[in-house]
């Protein structure tokens, strides 16, 4: 077997994208590229697809695509979001998203509901529950990278 990409990993899941095969990383087919014989390709061997495999969430029994790597004490960790190892003491999940108008006069009184409830409809569509909470509004506060940055806009 050529040596894989991901040396850290013991032997980790992947996923064929063209065929939905499921398998570990060791199980693909291998082989020198032809046109640079120092590079490998990858094939899958249900149906002969190359190099197209997604990393598949590390938790046993969960074959959703991986999204998250996070150290861990035997090296890294590749999960899906339900599986992502949480930090001593992370009991929730809070998203963050600061957007502006610098200079304070293209947004209509008003125009944070609308954008509120864009979010809220997004999160709904992506995990098929209702927010925990929401919370909004036109008194936060840009720290001093994020401000560095608005200025060049």
Known sequence: MIEPPYPYYADPKVICVACEWRGRLAERLDARNPFDPGVACYGCPNCQAIDDFLLACDEDGCWKTASC?????????????????????????????????????????????????????????????????????????????EQKVAAEK
């Open 69 to 145: 790597e996070t150290p861990a004490a035997d090296g890294y960790r590749q999960t899906c979001r339900k599986h992502k190892p949480r930090r001593q003491g992370e009991t929730m999940k809070i998203w963050v998203c600061k957007i502006g108008d610098a200079d304070g006069t293209a947004l209509p009184e008003g125009s944070d509901l609308p954008m509120r409830q864009a979010v809220e409809e997004e999160y709904r569509h992506l995990t098929g529950k209702e927010p925990d909470f929401c919370f909004s509004g036109w008194g936060g506060e840009l720290n001093e990278v």
